[in-house]
């Protein structure tokens, strides 16, 4: 259900300036420019060497075009949290927050450059909230599009660029995380483990030692996977773990493009192989060209730990 | 006629494990002993049993089970909600299931550990590991792990077996689309496409493309069923179900039987098929126009297939040339499908059906006295034929 | 860098130089404060930490800075930048690496412009993809 009063609230914003055009506290310096060099490892000399510049069609020292909404931004004003909001994009995002759309996310960002900015020219910025989608589900949680646009001018009033940028203002799906102590460790995602139970955690616990094992029913020898507690042939409880020689061929195969999932590095081809002992298992095939991979493919097992997971993976047997 | 309970059934077998207070097993292996042990007082076969019913709360699922025990193919499998409650509920539900020869032989069982497992006493917890849970976990971590994934895995391996390729998919999408784009109710009304935008969407899991998957839809269904006596006394033209049935092939996983010889073949669309045709006394030439699950194109193929308008392989052909649109020999999926009109989970394809039996389809094929109805594959399936009341 | 790239020595399917950043807080700061953005998430770890974050991390505009150098790298100081347009994904923090990798998808000889498609992976997947256009000498 979209949020009619928020649509409502929101609706007299599309259209609007933030306010009025932002004048570049500074002219376009050499000394900004170098710090901004600095920081990208930027070694383009049309941005500081006078001479080298002068004989490019730039004809002199530029400024790096990408740098271009660094010239109107306000510095260390911007790290102060209880500032009000200062312009009618800061408006706009309070409104949201007070309907619960907390969470903002950027998703896109379009540069066009017209002109190289020279030192000494001086940009003045006009920022327009330009459009606001219908409500919308995302993986974050509900929300909304917000594409904002800056067009740039130098001090004779041409156009020098524009920047359009996309957001999301989205309603958490789940709570915020907890502040955490500021030694948190870095929190990588991971691919998601098999939970460990009675009748599959002993399948785990050997990867975690580095074998693949398949389970074989002691009364009657049938090998099956996955593991289960009763064997189908003759209804046995009893079994014990055979190592498998981890060789075998591709029975079908499919490469994952999408949806991305964290930890997973999409694409990845996974295969169902038949092992040579008889029983098939599902796992990556990893060194091998996607186009290269095909059913009836000789692969032999390693086991290797993939998104923090140890886990079986095939490749093409040499 | 109707029929009674009275005298239908009788209870011919009893089975149960230890009772402790930490079984050291797991759940499944608990339902698997017993059920084991009742199979053997009744001194029947695993393979004779062909129902199973359980506790919708029960961690252990009805086809895990019939693997782990080596029981076969089902035509009956039953849930019932609401915790105790439930205790009288599963031997009713077999007893209506051997009375009306739903099944033969049906298994009630439940099991728990209750004590070492997950203490009801101790109220809700959210870690439970359950035969689901350790089911996907075998997939999960190798990243097949959308339904899109699922279903590429056997649709690689069928175009591998029948030389059918994805443009032949495309064919589906195609004419699935064509009806769409005339009915109003479908999201993607008056939006056709053509091969050449199948070819060209992007890969979802290689080899289905965003044009073989359905799309995801927000909607509910529903239908109304009683006597076809009552029927007749009411305002709309009755679409009479000529023949139900469920049916869980041997080796069944839930999206992921890949351990039988020929992963392709689905026979639990077999075991359903080969039962809605006895009951119905119909054959697919008898079939005018068919509602197919299509969560995924390739899935149509397997369907045309092994409810017998074609034959293995011959799928890819039998798409061609309008065969399955509006004036072809089999109209498919008339609404556009949950590939176009919408996915409610096979919901939809229902109420199409009784449209086409009303003739009030706003793809409406000349002939519809016998409908097909199907649901989804890859997971135990079901299906009926809809006709028309004398 | 002083040799140029001209647009006759381009063709679609040129792959540009790989680009491994070995990602530091200071890299990131560094950024951060060159663009003037001072956003606290950008260089103050407890700030990121209450937004879910486990560090600090990369703002856009340094993506951006990084991407135009990773192109004019590659073209040569007579190049002009005419576009970046990019999707921007998972976030860029300390201890990490972006590897930038680009490909020519198109040449226009008219409008004396090429196309590049450009990816900034890290270990978490895609921290941005786009299209860089850049104008060179003929
Ligand atoms: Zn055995």
Known sequence: MPNAALEEAFAPFVGQDFGPPEIARDPV????????????????????????????????IVA?????????????????????????QEELHALFNQHGYTGVVATDCEFEFERYLRVGDRVTAKATIESISEEKATALGIGYFVVTRTRFENQDGELVGSMVF????????????????????????QRIPAPRGHDNGWWWEALDRGELMIQKCSQCGTLRHPPRPMCHACRSVDWEEQPSAGTGSVHSYVIMHHPPVPGYDFPVAVALVDLDEGTRIVANVVDCPFEDIHIGMKVECSIEELGGVKLPVFRATS | MSITLKDQAAIVGIGQ?????????????LACEAVSAAIDDAGIEPSDV???????????????????????????????????????????QAAMAVATGAAKYVVCYRDLNGRSGQRYSEGVSG??????????????????????????????????????????????????????????????????????DHQGSRMIVDPLRLYDCCLETDGACACIVTTPERARDLAQKPALIRGVAQGSGADQESMTSFYRDDITALPELGIVANQIYAQSGLTPDDIDAAILYDAFTSIVLFQLEAYGFCKRGEAKDFVKNGNIEVGGRLPVNTHGGQLSEAYIHGMNGVNEGVRLIRGTSVNQPEKSDHVLVTAGVGVPSSAMILGKMD | MSQSRRLGDVKVGDALPDLDVELTAAIIVGGAIASRDFTPVHHDRSAANAAGMSDVFMNILTTNGYLSRFVTDWAGPDAALAKVAIRLGTPNTPGDTMQLRGEVTAVDPEGGTVDIAVAAKNSWGDHATGTVTVALPK
């Not at chain 1, 070694?43 to 004989?55: G, S, T, V």
């Not at chain 2, 059918?164 to 699935?176: F, P």
Request: hydrophobic letters at 35%.
């Open chain 1, 64 to 88: 790096p075009p990408t740098m271009l909404q660094a010239w109107i931004l306000p510095g260390v004003r911007l790290a102060d949290p209880d500032r009000p909001p200062s312009d009618k």
């Open chain 1, 29 to 60: 310096n050499e000394a900004m420019i170098r710090q901004w060099c600095d920081a990208m490892g930027d070694a383009n000399p049309i941005h500081w060497d006078a001479e080298a510049a002068a004989k490019t069609h730039h004809g002199g």
């Open chain 2, 127 to 196: 870690d439970l590991i359950t035969s689901d849970s350790i089911h996907w976990s075998w997939y999960i971590p190798s990243g097949l792990m959308t339904p899109t994934s699922w279903v590429a895995l056997v649709t690689q391996r069928y175009m591998h077996d029948t030389g059918t390729t994805s443009a032949d998919l495309a064919q589906v999408a195609v004419s699935t689309r064509k009806h769409a784009v005339t009915n109003p109710n479908a999201i993607f009304y008056e939006r056709p496409i053509t091969l050449e």
């Open chain 2, 50 to 92: 062909d129902g199973m019913t359980t506790f919708s709360m029960d961690l252990t699922d009805d086809i895990e089970v019939a693997r782990a025990v080596g029981i076969g193919s089902l035509t009956f499998q039953s849930q019932i909600p609401h915790g105790g409650g439930a205790a009288l509920g599963v031997l009713h």
């Open chain 1, 166 to 189: 996309r957001v999301l203002k989205f309603k958490p799906s789940q709570p915020p995380q907890q502040a955490s102590s500021g030694d948190a460790a870095p929190a990588k995602p």
């Open chain 2, 17 to 29: 494990t230890e009772f402790s207070k930490n079984s050291g097993r797991s759940d499944l292996q």
